[in-house]
């Protein structure tokens, strides 16, 4: 009885020696928040904003009018004009 | 398809901190929490210093994306790197990740309180309804929405920071780089402003430094 009950703890203490794998595998997280919505889905704003001018929802008419205000950070275009 | 970045000319940035204070008033940000910020390199040494205006980077490939814990980040469809602040839980790991140490962290007590991370947004809100008050509050003006850049880059009064699509601000350099015909080793209004140096100009006279005074002033 003694007998099995040490070949019993054996096995068991033994069977805690396994090899866990220790690679940590990289998983790709994903946004979990609220949804925004997209600038181009606004109405361009009061004229008095100064702001750009664009359809609403057209998202090429929206990127050439911020475009054209990147533009204006380029003096040398702009004073020689 | 358009990626907004930033580009500072570290030859003409003159440490004004306009863009700063544009971006403070701008987007009302709390006391301590600084979106931007100038770092001046060989301060005071005569034709050696050099400043540059610093926030988010909108990373191509996040650091702070690739580590937040509870992934509250996410790019626009122009680049934008925003995140949402219901989902952020202050942990702070995304100002160890990033270069920039652009995410800032309202300090809202005595203990070393940490509240919801703070970045610059490219003046583009974030996951809010676009121009409302709630959006205002927690992530300041949605300039983009409104078909305008960042205030600290239009604000700019040397136009040292260009805001904008990668390609259209990087053509701008380009030019102005051209212009100089020089490369960053000569320093200088010229330098920056691409004139000829005019004749007969004199370098300042450098101011002797006076005797150390005994004793504590
Ligand atoms: S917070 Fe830092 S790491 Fe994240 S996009 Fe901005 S600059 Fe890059
Ligand atoms: S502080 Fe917020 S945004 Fe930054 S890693 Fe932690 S949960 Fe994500
Ligand atoms: S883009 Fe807007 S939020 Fe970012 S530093 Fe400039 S003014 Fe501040």
Redesign the pocket.
């Known amino acids: 009885m003694m007998r099995l009950g040490l070949l019993l703890a054996a096995a068991l203490m033994l069977g805690a020696c396994g090899e866990k794998e220790q690679v940590v595998v990289y998983k790709q997280g994903k946004y979990q928040g609220k949804p925004d919505n997209r600038s181009w889905d606004n109405d361009p704003p009061l004229a008095e904003l100064r702001g750009g001018k664009w359809t609403k929802g057209d998202r090429t008419s929206w990127e050439e009018s911020i475009k054209q205000r990147q533009l204006a950070q380029h003096e040398y275009q702009r004073i020689s004009r | 398809m358009a990626r907004m970045k930033f580009l500072c000319d570290a030859e003409r940035c003159i440490e004004c901190n306009g863009c700063v204070t544009a971006c403070k008033n701008e987007n009302e940000v709390p006391w301590g929490v600084n979106r931007r910020r100038v770092v001046t390199l060989n301060d005071g040494v005569v034709g050696a210093e050099k400043s540059i205006s610093v926030a988010c980077m909108h990373c191509s490939d996040a650091p702070?994306m690739a580590?937040?814990?509870?992934d509250?980040?996410y790019r626009t469809d122009d680049g934008v790197v925003l995140?949402d602040k219901d989902?952020?839980?202050?942990?702070?790991?995304?100002?160890y990740a990033c270069p920039f140490g652009a995410?800032q962290f309202p300090q809202a007590g005595a203990f070393g309180l940490r509240g919801?991370?703070d970045k610059c947004t490219f003046c583009a809100g974030g996951p809010e309804p676009d121009r409302s008050e709630v959006e205002f509050k927690k992530y300041g003006r949605n300039r983009l929405s409104e078909g305008k850049l960042p205030a600290c880059a239009e604000m700019c009064s040397t136009k040292a920071l260009l805001g904008g699509d990668g390609d259209v601000i990087a053509d701008i350099y380009r030019e102005r780089v051209l212009r100089r015909g020089r490369g960053s080793e000569v320093w200088g209004w010229s330098t920056a402003y691409g004139l000829p140096p005019k004749p007969g100009a004199q370098p300042p006279v450098q101011q002797q430094q006076p005797a150390p005074t005994s004793g504590k002033s």
């Open positions: 702070c580590v937040c814990p509870v509250c980040f995140h989902l952020c839980i202050g942990c702070g790991y995304c100002f995410p919801k991370m």
